[in-house]
């Protein structure tokens, strides 16, 4: 998702805000409320468990090839194989389990996407830091240069770059980081802005607290709940950069299962295997979802007046 | 006002100059030899020299700097490797039809997410609850699975539409294309009217119309809907350049001929010049896009300006 879906998402109030501003519930009363966070957090926990223990779940190696072909009615079929007992979700032209690759794409999506919006967050918030706190020349080379970098197309730079450095695991994490970070920065910048004006920071400046200690100790504290929420809303954007990428042809290189690749592999079958592009792409949105859901939820969660509304 | 438009237009070269300027950064950055990446791999090394004296990559890196900003500046994007012919005279023929899916496109988002926002905030809760689940789902699907699925929805299965091609512009061939573009802008701007419009419905002008009778129907178009014009238009607006992020998959996947695949097809021929002048085109056309919002957001909003 763009930058202004997520600010958009946070200026947006939450359904039954108010209700919760005017008292502070308890734990669980906020979970009851807020079915989204509880189904969605079941959902990534799951998803995190599939990636860690892919290689049990997987009843195939995902790369072991099946070509002896099926028995069925008496004729002998070819792969793809149509989804059965054998092969849950059918397989690919060279027999391999679909199934299989897609638990193991998850496993490459996952990491792909928390390292990559981890690194796109600590990039953009040590600029947005500098640019919020050192007003100057520094300040404005930071937010030009954001300016510029949110008008390129990021998918089609991010191409460029694992193209130019050889498309792999890390090029791919390395070009989705250098294209994703200005969003970032636009979102955290303001908040900077606005908390470094509030009243017990200048009390901590006053008394002479060094830059460094207002940042580490009032600023971020301050701002942590912004960035939790920013983190996750973000994971989703990097897992499909990833797949867009793989499904061009520019991102992580078969053997390695990615779901982008796969859809791409499966193109040319969508009219006679269409389970084979359709499946990996259900997962990917199944990803997706979890992670928006999740976002939203922690959104209305959060939810209090003058925070995220600022 | 005018003082405010005159800055930003000002400000839009210098704007254009750093991208410039950038694109050239990271085309040092890359490693490898330029020459030798253009002329491909199995060239001989005659090839290869006589292409980086051409190209001037034998000179000092200011004046290749210099020589490149000159160029730009006298639109001269250098010429295509694969077709020999100007990059800006092949983009200038295809822009257009890249501008004509994008408006399409946005055109179909703005009247399918205004409408199912409007329908969102004045039917019943569960109505609401499920319009915004579908809107999250619509901003959930890969753009490239998404156009996967048209494909074999409309054109495999029902037969009812090309797959994909170009026909003279306004044809058959737009509609789907244009759908996959639309429906995750769709759904964020059902999204934008729904929240634009339950706060305006919270508020005392609505009360007091509701107290002096009105009826709802009259209410949600006469006096919120006017007002909520102003943040779905400039949702509408910058939601355009996510548009444009979208369009190199959707043109790439759907064979239209825009400047997306233009870009595409640069990329995967190591295209450099024809991939520059994309990439610029792209991001002057962002710039423009988020210039005209925010000119558009001064002009109705006077309040934006004194920030």
Same mark, same amino acid.
């Given at each position: 998702?763009?930058?202004?879906?997520?600010?958009? &998402?946070?200026?947006?109030?939450?359904?039954? =805000?108010?209700? !919760? +501003?005017?008292? !502070?519930?308890? /734990?669980?009363?906020?979970? %009851?409320?807020?079915?989204?966070?509880v189904v969605s957090s079941i959902a990534i926990l799951l998803l995190v468990l599939v990636a860690l223990f892919a290689d049990r779940l997987a009843p195939y190696d995902p790369t072991a090839i099946h070509m002896a072909g099926q028995l069925v009615d008496g004729k002998v079929l070819r792969p793809p194989y149509p989804p059965g007992a054998e092969y849950w979700l059918g397989t690919d032209q060279l027999g391999r389990d679909i199934f299989s690759r897609i638990l193991y794409g998850i496993r490459t999506s996952l990491?792909?996407?928390v390292i990559v919006r981890g690194g796109v967050m600590i990039v953009g918030i040590i600029l947005a830091l500098v640019a919020g706190q050192w007003v100057g020349l520094l300040r404005d080379a930071i937010l030009r240069f954001t300016e510029i970098m949110l008008a390129f197309p990021p998918l089609l730079i991010a191409m460029a770059l694992t193209a130019a450095l050889g498309p792999s695991l890390f090029t791919v994490t390395v070009a989705l980081i250098l294209v994703g970070w200005p969003d970032v920065v636009r979102l955290i910048y303001g908040?900077?802005?606005?908390?470094? @004006?509030m009243d017990f920071i200048k009390a901590a400046r006053s008394i002479g607290a060094s830059d460094f200690r207002i940042l580490q100790r009032h600023v971020l504290p301050n701002i942590r709940e912004i960035l939790i929420v920013a983190f996750s809303i973000g994971i989703p954007g990097a897992?499909?950069? @990833?797949?867009?990428?793989?499904?061009?042809? /520019?991102?992580?290189?078969p053997p390695t299962p990615s779901l982008g690749s796969i859809i791409s592999d499966g193109r040319g079958y969508i009219a006679v295997a269409p389970w084979y592009p359709l499946f990996p792409g259900l997962a990917l949105v199944v990803m997706v979802l979890a992670f928006n859901f999740f976002g939203e939820g922690l959104l209305n969660y959060n939810k209090r007046p003058n925070k995220l509304t600022e | 006002?005018? @003082?405010?438009?005159? !800055? %930003?237009?000002? =400000? /839009?070269?210098?704007? &254009?100059?750093?991208m410039a300027s950038v694109i050239f950064c990271l085309l040092l950055l890359l490693p490898g030899d330029p020459a030798r990446l253009m002329a491909g791999p199995g060239a001989s090394a005659q090839v290869v020299e006589s292409i980086r004296q051409q190209m001037g990559f034998d000179q000092p890196i200011p004046v290749q700097f210099v020589n490149y900003l000159s160029n730009l500046a006298r639109g001269d994007l250098g010429r295509s490797f694969q077709s020999r012919r100007p990059v800006l005279s092949e983009i200038l023929i295809l822009y257009p039809k890249t501008i004509l899916l994008a408006l399409v496109a946005e055109l179909i988002a703005v009247l399918v997410g205004v409408v199912l926002g409007i329908l969102a905030a004045t039917r019943h809760a569960s109505v609401n609850y499920a319009l915004m689940v579908l809107s999250v789902l619509s901003l959930s699907l890969p753009l490239f699975w998404l156009a996967l699925l048209l494909q074999l929805l409309f054109a495999v299965d029902l037969r009812l539409l090309p797959p994909s091609g170009y026909k003279n512009g306004l044809d058959i061939y737009i509609i789907l294309p244009a759908i996959t573009l639309a429906i995750p802008t769709a759904g964020y701007l059902a999204r934008v009217t729904? +929240?634009?419009? +339950?706060?305006?419905?919270?508020?005392?002008?609505?009360?007091?119309? %509701?107290?002096?009778?009105?009826?709802s129907r009259r209410i949600i178009f006469r006096h919120v809907l006017p007002n909520a014009v102003i943040p779905? +238009?400039? =949702?509408?607006?910058?939601?355009?350049?996510?548009?444009? =992020?979208?369009i190199l998959i959707v043109e790439a996947i759907f064979g239209w001929p825009g400047i997306g695949k233009y870009a595409y097809d640069a990329l995967s021929h190591r295209d450099i010049p024809a991939l520059i002048g994309a990439v610029l085109f792209f991001g002057a056309s962002v710039l423009l896009v988020n210039l005209a919002v925010d000119v558009f957001y001064g002009v109705v909003n006077p309040r934006i300006r004194y920030k």
């Open positions: 998702m763009s930058a202004d879906g997520i600010v958009s &998402l946070i200026k947006q109030p939450a359904p039954g =805000a108010a209700s !919760r +501003a005017t008292s !502070r519930a308890p /734990f669980w009363d906020n979970v %009851r409320r807020n079915p989204m966070l990491f792909v996407g908040q900077v802005l606005v908390t470094r @004006e897992i499909m950069y @990833e797949a867009g990428l793989s499904f061009f042809g /520019f991102g992580i290189q | 006002m005018f @003082e405010y438009v005159v !800055r %930003r237009l000002l =400000a /839009f070269p210098f704007i &254009l100059l750093g729904n +929240a634009s419009l +339950a706060t305006f419905l919270n508020s005392d002008f609505v009360r007091t119309a %509701r107290g002096k009778g009105l009826k779905i +238009a400039s =949702a509408a607006g910058t939601d355009l350049s996510r548009l444009f =992020a979208g």
